[in-house]
């Protein structure tokens, strides 16, 4: 049973519009989400969190949103930009550990 | 210049081969973590520790075993017990606590096994 889902494996957008990546979760215990981005052949790299007594949080192009009673979460990125295009993980922090969705792969066209 | 490395980037080994895949943090994490990725999937957790000579198994420990001798070292061994063992594996250290931990991870190892 797959606690963390990312039901989109791809997503394309065009340069400068709005890439909204989602994200679904099973367990309402859960204390943190995270977004990772991930190039090929690497590790992942922390973007953005938010804690599960939030319901946005912001960092420059990239926000976060939580929807508690929906279970659901979304990566915002405005602008987008061609570098942003990778793979994006969400994860969700429980007891000193992560539970990893399978990632949704962004690109973003020139 | 704090990380983590893990070596060798890319490692070949005959089928029923135990091997060991190496992780290194200069972070003073406390807790260092392995997962595997698979293509088109998400990272699964294999073996974790939040402390020195303590660790605990993840979601898909079945074939592979730990160590933690060392805050700096979490190395992992791929045991011939594995029975599909090509992947690439992901070594993360983190500071654990009540509150949210980021974790930094190295640069992986992909392993296929021949």
């Known amino acids: 049973d797959q606690q963390v889902k990312q039901n989109s494996p791809s997503l394309s957008v065009q340069e400068g519009r709005i890439s909204i990546l989602n994200c679904d979760y099973t367990n309402s215990m859960f204390d943190y989400f995270l977004w990772y981005k991930k190039y090929p052949a690497e590790g992942p790299t922390f973007l953005i969190s938010?804690?599960?007594?939030?319901d946005k949080n912001e960092d420059g192009r990239f926000t976060v949103f939580l929807n508690k009673s929906a279970k659901h979460l979304s990566l915002h990125i405005v602008p987008s930009q061609p570098g942003d295009s990778a793979v994006y993980f969400c994860a969700a922090w429980l007891a000193g550990k992560s539970t990893f969705g399978d990632g949704t792969t962004l690109t973003v066209k020139p | 210049d704090g990380g983590i490395t893990q070596s060798p980037k890319y490692l070949f080994r005959k089928e029923g081969q135990n091997v060991t895949l190496s992780c290194e943090q200069n972070?003073?994490?406390?807790?260092m973590y392995w997962y595997r990725q698979d293509p088109g999937q998400g990272l699964r957790l294999i073996y974790y520790s939040q402390i020195v000579n303590d660790f605990q198994k993840g979601d898909i420990a079945e074939g592979y075993s730990v160590s933690r001798e060392k805050k700096e070292s979490f190395p992992l061994t791929v045991t011939s017990a594995q029975k599909n063992p090509t992947a690439f594996y992901l070594c993360?250290?983190?500071?654990?606590?009540?509150?949210?931990?980021?974790?930094?991870f190295g640069p992986g190892t992909r392993l296929t096994v021949l």
């Open positions: 972070l003073n994490h406390d807790a």
């Open positions: 938010i804690s599960s007594i939030k």
């Open positions: 993360a250290s983190s500071i654990p606590s009540g509150i949210l931990s980021e974790q930094f």
